[in-house]
């Protein structure tokens, strides 16, 4: 209740956050964690994967030091915060994150980022629909932080990657356009692995149990998360002046390109004022990020 209430205040007096992330770091089985205890292991020996699962569970402080070099890096080198130095959603005026573990003892972390110059969304749906320039700059801002677009097909080689066992490497002579290309192509094979949702028990972890299924499969009838999600053919403000970005695939976890080719994980990254209810989304994010 005190993170609550202290992110209510600050929502009060600064405005509405504009960006939402959650990261979830792929401890388990990861080599950088087993190279944090001293292990040397070869990745091409038999049965590798189960070896650094092992690895990895027997050693639960490491795991704990290897999420907060991550995450440590991931406020330091991309946000940047109260350096005046852009990162990379813009010069982020200040941000609030809280770590939570599952019962499987796997920490993450949820957040807010406020921009600096943090325009208010109440007057958003307006202005996108009044002013065409800004509805471009807008979109193309969005386009540029988060992604709803995945090449599975190219992504295919990509999935049996063994966590912290390839890298995004950048050359010396690298132009920019070489470079963009580079990280298009990499980020869309991470996606391809870790940004897939799967329908699990947690979908419906809030609902009535008891009340019996209309289907018979695994599938649930409501799943909290919203997935399936609808397809977007490309990305546009509509009548109403709400943002949709284009998105091809209904499972897909919405991800930032320079997240998913430096930390190779899943994670997540939200626009706040392009959803319709964006109150009730802030206060949905905020009891979600304090439970």
């Given amino acids: ?100 573990s599952t019962t499987r003892m796997m920490l993450h972390l949820h957040g807010f980022a406020r921009l600096a110059g943090n325009f208010g969304a109440a007057n958003l749906h307006q202005r996108l629909l009044s002013d065409p320039e800004f509805k471009d700059r807008i979109l193309s801002y969005i386009r540029s932080i988060i992604r709803e677009t995945v090449d599975l097909t190219l992504g295919q080689h990509f999935i049996s990657e063994t966590p912290g066992s390839s890298v995004f490497t950048i050359p010396d002579d690298m132009t920019p356009s070489e470079f963009q290309e580079a990280l298009d192509f990499d980020s869309n094979n991470v996606a391809a692995q870790n940004q897939m949702h799967t329908h699990g028990k947690t979908c419906t972890k809030y609902q009535n149990t008891r009340q019996p299924r209309i289907r018979a499969d695994p599938v649930p009838t409501i799943c909290r998360f919203l997935f399936p999600k609808s397809l977007v053919p490309e990305s546009m403000v509509t009548e109403e002046g709400y943002i949709r970005m284009e998105r091809n695939h209904q499972y897909l976890n919405k991800y930032n390109p320079i997240i998913a080719s430096a930390i190779r994980c899943n994670h997540d990254v939200s626009f706040t004022p392009s959803s319709p209810k964006v109150l009730s989304a802030i206060y949905y994010m905020t009891n979600y990020a304090t439970k």
Avoid: Y
């Fill in 1 to 100: 209740m005190k993170f609550r209430n202290l992110i209510f205040g600050k929502i009060a007096r600064l405005g509405i956050p504009l960006i939402w992330f959650t990261l979830n770091p792929k401890d388990i089985g990861n080599i950088f964690v087993v190279r944090l205890a001293g292990e040397e292991i070869l990745l091409d020996e038999p049965g590798i994967k189960s070896k650094l699962l092992q690895l990895t569970i027997k050693n639960p402080s490491l795991v704990a030091q290897f999420f907060h070099v991550v995450v440590t890096s991931f406020f330091t080198c991309f946000f940047k915060t109260l350096s005046r130095e852009p990162g990379i959603f813009g010069t982020v005026g200040s941000h609030f994150g809280i770590v939570e």
